[in-house]
């Protein structure tokens, strides 16, 4: 079994900053991928920001320049510096990884349970 404990979310002013983590924990042999999505309200979920092991990094293009995604391998974290937060990113952040598990050995995709950021004055 694999577990996905996510922390950092909460309320922030616009033009505020969060730090998200996210710990892997299980019979984990090795990281594929690891990222971030979001859910705001009626929308559907969306890509935030993804990274591999060797640092490879994909951003959505609403977020270019202002989060910064970054990887601890050894302790198997990810984490999501957010800065100049506005309104429009506000939504339950949730928590992607894509694994090397085993025994059994196989590819397991976990997702987290959702932290919630709100931008708000």
């Known amino acids: 079994q694999v577990d996905l404990v996510e922390s950092g979310g909460g309320l922030v002013q616009p033009g505020g900053s969060l730090r998200l983590s996210c710990a892997a924990s299980g019979s984990i042999l090795s990281l594929t991928v690891m990222g971030w999505y979001r859910q705001a309200p009626g929308k559907q979920r969306e890509l935030v920001a993804v990274i591999t092991p060797g640092r490879s990094t994909n951003y959505a293009d609403s977020v270019k320049g202002r989060f910064t995604i970054s990887i601890d391998t050894a302790k198997k974290t990810v984490f999501l510096q957010m800065n100049s937060l506005k309104p429009g990113d506000t939504a339950v952040y949730y928590c992607?990884?894509?694994?090397?598990?085993?025994?059994?050995?196989?590819?397991?995709?976990?997702w987290g349970p959702g932290t919630l950021v709100t931008v708000s004055s």
């Open positions: 992607n990884a894509n694994l090397n598990v085993g025994p059994p050995f196989r590819t397991l995709e976990v």
